[in-house]
């Protein structure tokens, strides 16, 4: 869908787009990025050709908060399993999935999810800042 949409997908220091609780999906990103200056530079220049898409930024979790893939499969299998079996659909498939991973991981979710989200907030400010830094050059 975000092809078809023309929403470019960068990785910050990723080649493949993130699985929540992973580091890799197995997905290949449009173009990785080690650099937050670079990837600003890119997602300005996207905006200067006038699109009217977003520019989406995969972030992968740190290696030292990813899941242990064997915990991560079995738990989400079963877990896809319930919301099929439960018959989730629509807004309801996310909540339920991190309710039922919580409770399939024993709270190590949790602590994965938590990681990501503070890893996200630095890379955002960070990005953010670059991204001033980019359209100041170009000022």
Not at 37 to 66: K, Q, S, Y
């Amino acid at each position: 869908m975000l092809e078809s949409l023309g929403v470019p997908v960068y990785g910050f220091a990723a080649d493949q787009f993130p699985a929540f609780y992973r580091r890799e999906s197995g997905l290949a990103v449009d173009r990785r990025f080690d650099d937050l200056d670079a990837l600003a530079r890119a997602a300005e220049t996207h905006w200067a050709l006038g699109l009217a898409t977003a520019v989406l930024v995969a972030n992968p979790i740190p290696a030292e908060h990813e899941m242990p893939r064997e915990l991560y499969e079995r738990a989400m299998a079963q877990a896809l399993a319930d919301a099929a079996a439960a018959a989730v659909r629509g807004r309801d498939v996310t909540p339920f999935l991190l309710e039922r991973l919580r409770a399939l991981t024993e709270g190590g979710s949790v602590f994965s999810n938590v990681a990501l989200l503070r890893h996200n907030a630095r890379v955002a400010g960070a990005l953010a800042g670059a991204l001033v830094r980019a359209r100041a050059r170009t000022a």
